[in-house]
């Protein structure tokens, strides 16, 4: 199967099945799992943050992160069109109270400071308060643009607000850009990476920030059930994954170029967007019915979400040949269809 559904596909490689098969175990709500604990430092060291903290998943990470920032009746504020919002069941709403105070962004991630201002609330009994200020990196595949991450962040901290990056595919973003991992998540006080996204491990995502943020996240952790105990083996990959297939997510980038270029070259599709490892496609004809490429395109092997929204994901599961063989069978549909 060439899976282009999403980088979250990615399977453990086998040197990956190995350092997890040895890895030592313990219990870790008792915090007894040298392999998590050692990611947990592993990932602080390399992000520059006191301390870290291993979560079953990004979606647990960042609900985690909302309830260690934010208070019953407090606010964050958000992309309308971030994960933290749209994508997480309104976890924070359901288990938190928090409000959420959803902006229209850029469709870049980024948010124009005159909206970030207008939409911190004074302190009134009216007003839910604003605590917190959520960004996310990459963005649809895009990377934040650096200049805007200080200003608003800058701007955040002015106004008494935390900071929290949803960097479940920050890996791509320090490919992309060149930047450490540290420099990313410099302006935040915490963020949340996966260490599932493109990278091969099955499982995980880990929250780093200040030490006692970090106290107060290992509470909520438990509180809503992601407190695991013999978990070494899961970590161990994370680990291997930072170190082993990180530095390697910009071949993803490459194999996105390439899809984009092959279907920007078809009749009938246009490109909308290649950012990172996702492209972004329209289909021209408005007549145009997805399910017979579906079929097409499964019959061949090849699976794609929807074709309503259709964006196609890179990763290290596919290679250049199988972007090729995409590329043709797109190709080979739109040929009898415009025949
Ligand atoms: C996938 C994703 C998450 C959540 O991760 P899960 O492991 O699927 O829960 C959070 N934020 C972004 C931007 C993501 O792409």
């Given at each position: 199967m060439i899976d282009l559904r999403s980088d979250t596909v990615t399977r453990p490689s086998a040197e990956m099945r190995r350092v997890m098969f040895e890895a030592p175990v313990g219990d870790d709500v008792w915090g007894d799992d040298p392999s998590v604990t050692h990611l947990e430092h592993y990932l602080a060291e390399r992000t520059g943050k006191a301390a870290a903290l291993f979560l079953p998943s990004g979606t647990q990470s960042n609900l985690v992160a909302l309830l260690s920032h934010c208070q019953r009746g407090d606010e964050y504020l958000v992309d309308q069109q971030a994960h933290t919002y749209?994508?997480?069941?309104g976890g924070a709403a359901v288990l938190g109270g928090i409000q959420p105070q959803p902006l229209d962004g850029l469709n870049t991630g980024e948010l124009p400071l005159a909206k970030l201002k207008a939409a911190?609330?004074?302190?009134?009994?009216h007003f839910a308060r604003t605590r917190l200020l959520t960004l996310e990196n990459t963005f649809h595949g895009q990377v934040l643009d650096a200049d805007h991450v200080a200003q608003t962040t800058a701007l955040a901290r002015e106004q008494g607000l935390a900071t929290h990056l949803d960097g479940a595919r920050i890996g791509n973003a320090a490919a992309a850009s060149g930047s450490s991992l540290e420099a990313l998540c410099a302006p935040f006080d915490t963020v949340s990476i996966c260490c599932s996204k493109g990278l091969g491990a099955p499982m995980g995502s880990v929250l780093v920030g200040p030490e006692a943020f970090i106290a107060t996240a290992t509470r909520w952790r438990k509180v809503v059930g992601g407190g695991l105990r013999q978990v070494g083996s899961m970590a161990a990959a994370c680990e291997y994954a930072l170190d082993h297939h990180l530095p390697q997510l910009i071949q993803d980038h490459e194999k996105a170029e390439r899809l984009a270029a092959g279907l920007a070259a078809i009749d009938g599709i246009t490109v909308t967007a290649q950012a990172t490892n996702m492209v972004f496609v329209a289909f021209e004809d408005s007549a145009f019915a997805p399910e017979p490429l579906h079929a097409w395109l499964a019959e061949q092997g090849i699976l794609v979400g929807a074709l309503y929204a259709p964006r196609f994901v890179t990763h290290r599961d596919v290679s250049m040949a199988d972007i090729d063989q995409v590329v043709a069978a797109f190709r080979d549909y739109f040929q009898r269809l415009t025949r």
């Open positions: 749209r994508l997480e069941g911190i609330k004074p302190v009134d009994p």
